[in-house]
């Protein structure tokens, strides 16, 4: 740690020599002026990093917090398997005590025996007592398990009405906490905000209570901040206190020492003890990056709120997928508010008057593009013309736009666009070796990115060489390993890579292509 800059100012002053006599007259000349170099004052970035530097070294005398180091020892699976905020947890929260025999038994039988089978079992049996089933789901409110089996299966099987039979109850998720209402069908649904009136899902790490008194001060520490701005690469946390942390932050190849404020919900970058600016050229570029990648966050988004078709006809003669859009398109240029396929009929604006484009994997991931650069195609109350933006991929040598392989192509086709990376096949790992395949994501974090496409490839259960392409939409701070990404397949949604790749777990990461900053910042509104 360095230590803190002591300032001065030395002034020289002449003086009597020992052979002189005061009063005596000079035999010498007049005196030369003397002078002594004044340092320059330091810049205002090396006084901040010496503020910097002695809050880390006060900081580094606090009392740690005991965190909770099993889910740290799991938490690139835990975040990539179980969808979630990313998060530390000042400490593990506690399992309730159990009083109730049968609730004793299907505790130890969850903790032996397969979550895919038990988690279904035990929620059977406590259906219709929802204390019973708080008290051997949740951690002291938390939905928490530091098993990615157990930890994906409580995520994907649990329901808010299996836990309270109240009318309103509060999620804390990340910093914020959400109200959700159960509705006239038993179904709870958000309350407000851009999740208004969806269904209310639960993820790993939410908080559930029916007061805030319930819910504050929270266990954990929403990392949310970390990702946002001229976010850093990676953040490595040293010491974790209740005042703040102790941590490096990494752009690119340079790491300096960083405090991390604890406003008591969230971790956020207070300063960096970088007194040359090492890091400002990256950091810079950072910001644009992410600046750029905001609309395609919004774009992304849309598209979930607006649940845009898998194209995917409803009635199929073999395999059909992808005879939609080019029908739709059609239809939309033509005036049409419908078309037909095998004698369905479809619709070319849904009850909003949004335009329903049709999607394979691909088309979303391009869409996602183009409409964060202004084009798209008009709604039924406006003009019926499809906007050009930025970004049009129609309008380049893409040539065909709906293969993920071609893209690909396209993209090594374009260094100036994209930068293009994949694994040799000895390196591919498919997703059914679990702990190998994070292992690997985790070793190869530094080549994933928010905003890059990832395209799969490999043999699905109909025993077929399948495709697939969607988009990183963040990544946890502390390992580097993407945990939300983006895509359509059978609806617009933003998953883990469990949600992704289960399906078909012989699938591997064939190739990741990675828009350029310039072209993205260049293209994209800001």
């Known amino acids: ?81 179980a969808k979630g905020e990313a998060v530390v947890f000042t400490r593990v929260p506690t399992e309730a005590p159990l009083l109730d025999a049968q609730l004793t038994y299907l505790r130890a039988r969850m903790s032996k025996g397969s979550p895919y089978v038990t988690v279904p079992q035990a929620l059977a049996s406590v259906r219709y007592f929802p204390e019973k089933a708080r008290a051997l789901f949740l951690r002291e409110g938390y939905l928490y398990a530091e098993s990615p ?49 969806d269904e209310a899902a639960l993820l790993f790490g939410d908080r559930l209570g029916l007061t805030e008194a319930e819910l504050l001060p929270p266990l954990h520490r929403d990392l949310s901040p970390l990702t946002e701005g001229d976010a850093p690469d990676r953040v490595t946390i040293s010491r974790l206190t209740p005042r703040g942390a102790v941590a490096t932050a990494r752009w690119g190849d340079v ?11 969230s971790l956020s970058l207070a300063c960096l003890d970088d007194p040359g600016g090492a890091t400002r050229a990256r950091r810079t570029e950072a910001r644009a990056r992410a600046t750029a990648l905001a609309s395609v966050r919004r774009a992304v988004r849309d598209m979930v709120r ?155 259960s109909d025993g077929q060489v399948h495709y697939h392409s969607f988009l990183i939409d963040s990544k946890d701070p502390l390992t580097g390993v993407p945990h939300k990404l983006a895509g359509n397949a059978g609806r617009p949604r933003v998953q883990t890579w469990e949600g992704v790749m289960r399906s078909a777990p012989l699938r591997s990461i064939k190739h990741v292509l990675s828009p350029r900053t310039e072209w993205l910042t260049a293209s994209l509104p800001r």
């Open 255 to 265: 790491t300096v020492p960083a405090l991390l404020d604890d406003d008591g919900r």
């Open 306 to 460: 607006e649940k845009l078709r898998f194209d995917e006809p409803l009635k199929e003669e073999g395999q059909q997928d992808g005879s939609l859009r080019p029908l739709w398109r059609w239809s939309y240029d033509h005036g049409g508010d419908g078309y037909s396929f095998n004698g369905v009929g479809y619709s070319v604006f849904d009850v909003d008057g949004r335009p329903q484009p049709p999607q394979v994997c691909v088309d979303f991931v391009l869409d996602a593009f183009e409409r964060a650069s202004g084009t798209w195609y008009g709604g039924r109350a406006g003009e019926r013309a499809r906007a050009r933006g930025g970004i049009d991929f129609e309008a380049t040598d893409l040539k065909n736009r709906r293969s993920a392989a071609e893209v690909t192509k396209f993209a090594l086709a374009h260094p100036e666009w994209f930068e293009v990376w994949g694994p040799t096949d000895d390196e591919r790992v498919p997703f059914g070796r679990r702990a190998d395949f994070f292992a690997n994501i985790t070793a190869n974090a530094d080549r994933l990115r928010p905003g890059d496409i990832v395209v799969i490839h490999g043999f699905k």
């Open 149 to 197: 089996e157990l930890a994906t299966v409580l995520v994907e099987v649990l329901k808010v009405g299996h836990l309270f039979k109240e009318p309103e109850v509060l999620i804390l998720r990340g910093a914020a906490i959400f109200k959700v209402r159960r509705d006239k069908f038993g179904v709870f649904r958000h309350v407000d905000g851009e999740l208004a009136g």
């Open 1 to 81: 740690m360095r230590s803190s800059l002591v300032f001065s100012l030395a002034l020289a002053a002449p003086s009597l020599g020992c052979a002189e006599r005061a009063g005596a007259p000079s035999t010498e000349g007049p005196a030369e002026p003397v002078t002594s170099a004044i340092p320059a004052p330091p810049s205002p970035q090396a006084v901040e990093a010496a503020a910097c530097a002695l809050k880390l070294r006060a900081l580094s005398d606090a009392p740690q917090v005991a965190g909770a180091p099993g889910f740290e020892a799991q938490r690139a699976q835990l975040l990539g398997r």
